[in-house]
């Protein structure tokens, strides 16, 4: 498998811009998250879904950050407009259903930096 | 709520010795899973390991092995014969039980000098 894809993997955009980030998980993981990276804040989970169902979506910023996963295969995360501290590191990971839990599995990552 | 704490944010460690990275971790669940993640300065997030609560033995991967020790609520990742490159962050995280989400320590960063 090739692990979870993530694209574009350096983003460099204006303050103000919109960007959209892509993630494809691996095939046959039912969990997908998004997690953002910073020296100040750590890893943080932004949103996750299962089964495409959006679950907590608790640590999304705010308004301007929006995640979709409209099948099994494909994930977005948009920051629409965009600001200088959105500056980070976005991961992708997913895992496969299993009890009590399973690793997750990371993208490469997308390093955005918002001038 | 769960919560992970990694009380070193950095170790120098001799080429070819053991080192125990700590982790310890408050949770209110009866079950849960415990992880081990590795950070090299390339960037990506590379699973090492990983512990359920209920397992009563102690996890172990290669020359990796997890010092599970759940009444103290601690969860500690033993590199045995360390690498040059070892040198990486190393991240502690815990799920709870059926909760696919996983929460993350701070990290350590581990340097391993020649």
């Known amino acids: 498998d090739a692990g979870v894809i993530q694209s574009p993997r350096h983003e460099v955009t204006e303050m103000g811009q919109e960007v959209t980030l892509r993630c494809k998980p691996i095939?046959?993981?039912?969990?997908l998250f998004w997690y953002r990276q910073t020296m100040m804040r750590g890893l943080e989970l932004l949103i996750y879904?299962?089964?495409?169902?959006?679950?907590?979506d608790s640590g999304m910023p705010e308004d301007r950050f929006s995640a979709k996963m409209p099948n099994a295969s494909f994930s977005t995360l948009k920051i629409q407009p965009s600001e200088p501290r959105d500056s980070a590191v976005y991961f992708c990971a997913s895992s496969a259903p299993g009890l009590p839990n399973t690793e997750a599995f990371f993208g490469q990552g997308t390093r955005l930096t918002v001038v | 709520a769960q919560k992970i704490t990694q009380t070193q944010p950095g170790m120098f460690v001799q080429e070819k010795e053991a080192v125990t990275l700590d982790c310890t971790y408050d949770t209110s669940d009866q079950s849960y899973g415990l992880f081990w993640y590795k950070q090299p300065s390339s960037g990506e997030m590379i699973f090492l390991i990983y512990?359920?609560?209920?397992?009563?033995q102690n996890a172990t991967e290669g020359r990796y092995s997890l010092n599970f020790q759940k009444a103290r609520k601690s969860a500690n990742l033993v590199i045995s014969a360390s690498q040059l490159g070892d040198s990486a962050m190393y991240f502690c995280?815990?799920?709870?039980?059926?909760?696919?989400?996983?929460?993350f320590g701070t990290g350590t960063r581990l340097t391993i000098i020649p």
């Open positions: 879904f299962n089964n495409n169902v959006p679950i907590d």
């Open positions: 512990q359920g609560s209920y397992d009563e």
């Open positions: 995280a815990m799920g709870g039980f059926g909760n696919e989400k996983l929460t």
């Open positions: 095939s046959g993981h039912n969990s």
